[in-house]
């Protein structure tokens, strides 16, 4: 291929995937991909300047406003950064920076990966914001979408003539697999990433939507402002931080190694962040120096993307298995041969539908290049053919539901093969499997192939018939109902003789581990009942503020609504009656000004009664409530409780003793001798807790081998890290 035709191919290829990835939020590509060839054609246009066109995609801003959208005109250009890819890259920009500005300071920041906003304030209010757009001209305006973000300040505290700030709006980790989650069980469409789903949710026309959601904005630059002067961008930012703006994380550097050395930081860390990333970005941080240094039509001087490759790894495809959901959708997942990945061990990865597999053409056997996506989930990004073993054949998704043997089918236009099995059993299945799973009750012995067998013997009709086995034990030894165990074979290759019933020892320890769950804190009681956006870490919330389940299954969604509708209402009497008291303070306004007070005391009362506690939003709220309401959730709460299992929250007869008592331990990499599950409520006996990210206020981390990004910014906020035998010591 010639000089022309590759440059011909390159920009059709980059218009095409600018289209996907701005307008319609269904990249096919990675960013690391899409770099690479923005790159190569960047550097045949300067290789060939005759070649290069003002239309060219390396002169402009991809993407533009939807078509059909209102479109708000920008005041300032929301342009694109330069992207780096190497150290020496890095270095280049710093030497030439410092050619051109005396005594540079620098600013390195994380570059979250979600959809780049603008929001505008007049006055000190929210007048309204825009998507980049085409970056130059027109924005989508998305103002309504934005006031459901919880972190989008509504009013600034100083009250300045006019605000342009610029973000990125974007969905935590956490709250996208609640969404996924979510999207399964309605049957919609389940969205690739975070980033994809965060840009679909503020394109929605329904607010509703978005607040539903739960997405988050970290503003990252200062595009305007009137009645106010800065001179640099760290001031800006700890500004923006005052008036309730949420910034990104920023290290200030001076030399190129305290850059690289943030660089370095932000990737050996990125695994450990709640969200996102796709790079680091720095900037001058000057702001009259980056007006000295201009811009581009379509990047900064003055600033630069620093672009992480993906970290890629082989494995092989050893099986390929098609689970149903719960709405019966048939699930292709590569059963892989485990591989460390950015910090985890990755052992399957989704292959989504049948055109994916067509497309990759992955067959069992193959050696395949796997990577996280956004660096959070495992997909398979290609196979090496020319390593596939001889006989391997085209996968294809059975035409009849693996669980129920019912006709799968394939709707019109849509990817997803279903069961059309009206009465399949496999939520009901994953639901028992869950509920009896390491992270809920750990039921040993209550996995999948005993769960099959009980619920076809018909012994297993819901969650409570579990602990009712027990009164069918001689029909399960005598009938071999669950599963029997392995014979031991003597040296002649013999079977030696069984002195019982070989069934007997497996349904006792099935039976004894079914009773030892009873007693399973709230929590995991909590996350084996499956609802929809409520697992373990609210289930942890959830006991933390409750008494007992019979509260928890009171909480009610219409009251929460019309809760906050009240508190709403009292807020604006209690600030009109506070303005009156400004000019004059007669007896009747103060009495009334206790009387509201004292109602909105009772009012957040109330409101956490009904569950509006930090880390449960609306959805949860709603979720919670939908599942108590349910008839038969009583019914299954009734025999729960009837059978012993305990209902009620952690107290002191739950914890051995209090010797880790106010202390907080964070759990990194393989403990030599127990699973986290199991250092995990070894901790909380002795009255400590556990959580999932380091903090300042963390007290250890407990450190097994291989311990990743933790282990360093542990040791950057002087967090203790101990070993499982320093634990050990201390319970001693």
């Known amino acids: ?61 991809g993407g533009k406003a939807k078509r059909g959208a209102k479109k708000i005109a920008h005041d300032v250009p929301m342009l694109s950064l330069d992207d780096r890819f190497s150290r020496e890259e890095v270095a280049e920009f710093i030497a030439k920076i410092q050619n051109e500005v005396k005594d540079p300071v620098f600013i390195v920041e994380y570059k979250i990966d979600g959809l780049a906003v603008a929001l505008r304030y007049r006055d000190g209010k929210f007048l309204e914001g825009m998507t980049r757009g085409d970056g130059v001209s027109y924005g989508e305006d998305i103002t309504e979408n934005l006031k459901m973000i919880d972190s989008v300040p509504l009013r600034m505290h100083e009250k300045l003539p006019y605000l342009e700030v610029r973000g990125e709006v974007y969905m935590n980790n956490e709250v996208f697999e ?13 969205f690739a990433n975070p980033r994809n789903c965060a840009a679909g949710t503020m394109r929605q026309l329904d607010p509703n939507v978005v607040a539903e959601r739960d997405l988050s904005i970290l503003v990252f630059n200062l595009q305007a402002v009137q009645g106010k002067e800065f001179t640099s ?220 067998s009980l619920m076809e013997k018909g012994y297993l009709k819901d969650i409570a018939d579990i602990y009712y086995l027990k009164n069918h034990r001689e029909e399960f030894v005598a009938n071999g109902i669950t599963p029997r165990p392995r014979k031991k074979v003597a040296s002649d290759a013999r079977p030696q003789k069984q002195k019982e019933n070989p069934y007997q020892s497996s349904t006792d320890n099935l039976l004894t581990a079914i009773e030892l769950s009873k007693d399973q804190n709230l929590e995991r009681l909590i996350n084996g009942f499956g609802i929809p956006n409520i697992g373990k870490h609210t289930g ?57 007070n004292k ?63 106010g202390a907080t331990f964070v759990l990194t990499g393989t403990l030599p001798t127990m699973s986290r599950e199991e250092a995990t409520r070894l901790i909380e006996e002795h009255g400590g807790r556990v959580v999932a990210s380091l903090s300042g206020k963390t007290t250890y981390l407990l450190a097994g081998e291989n311990p990743g990004g933790k282990l360093a910014k542990a040791q950057s906020l002087n967090v203790e890290v101990i070993t499982e035998d320093k634990l050990m010591a201390m319970l001693v």
């Open 1 to 61: 291929m010639d000089i022309v035709d590759r440059i011909k191919e390159l920009r059709e290829k980059i218009e095409y995937h600018n289209k996907k990835y701005y307008e319609e939020d269904t990249p096919e590509i990675g960013d690391y991909e899409y770099d690479l060839m923005l790159r190569e054609l960047k550097d045949l246009e300067q290789q060939y300047p005759e070649l290069a066109t003002p239309e060219s995609p390396t002169k402009k801003v």
């Open 599 to 661: 109602q909105l005391r009772e009012v957040e009362k109330e409101r956490k009664a009904n569950g509006d506690i930090k880390g449960i939003g609306e959805v949860g709220i709603k979720a919670i409530s939908d599942f108590f309401s349910e008839p038969q959730t009583k019914a299954i709460l009734e025999r729960l409780e009837k059978a012993g299992v305990n209902l009620k929250s952690r107290s002191s007869s739950n914890v051995m003793d209090n010797r880790l008592e």
């Open 540 to 596: 942890r919330i959830l006991e933390e503020n409750f008494p007992d389940l019979d509260a928890i299954a009171k909480i009610r969604y219409d009251k929460y609504k019309q809760l906050k509708d009240k508190e709403k209402q009292l807020r604006k009497e209690r600030n009109k009656i506070e303005k009156t008291l400004k000019t004059s303070a007669s007896p009747e306004d103060l009495e009334r000004l206790n009387e509201v």
């Open 233 to 452: 961008h760290a001031e800006t930012l700890d500004w923006l931080t005052a008036q309730g703006f949420p910034v990104p994380k920023y290290f200030k550097c001076t030399k190129e190694e305290e850059v690289w050395d943030a660089i370095t930081l932000i990737g050996e860390t990125r695994g450990d962040l709640p969200f996102g990333i796709d790079g680091a970005v720095v900037k001058l941080d000057n702001l009259a120096d980056r007006e000295k240094l201009g811009a581009s039509s379509k990047v900064p001087r003055w600033a630069i993307a620093y672009k992480y490759p993906p970290e890629e790894k082989a494995t092989k495809v050893l099986h390929i298995e098609v689970n149903v959901g719960r709405t019966g959708r048939l699930t292709p997942l590569a059963i892989l041969e485990p591989v460390r990945l950015a910090g985890t061990t990755v052992s399957r990865a989704s292959l989504h539908n049948q055109d994916q597999i067509d497309r990759l053409d992955i067959r069992i056997g193959d050696t395949v290049i796997v990577r996280k996506a956004a660096e959070i989930i495992p997909e398979i990004v290609r196979v090496i053919k020319d390593q596939r073993p001889e006989g391997t054949v085209p996968f294809q998704i059975p035409d009849r539901c693996p669980v129920c043997g019912a006709p799968a089918f394939r709707g019109d236009n849509v990817a997803d093969i279903r069961c059309s099995g009206i009465n399949c059993p496999a939520q009901l299945a994953r639901l028992i499997i869950h509920f009896a799973s390491r992270g809920a009750m750990d039921i040993e012995g209550l996995g999948p192939a005993a769960v099959h």
């Open 178 to 190: 609640a969404v996924n989650e979510r999207q399964e069980e309605i049957g919609a469409k389940i």
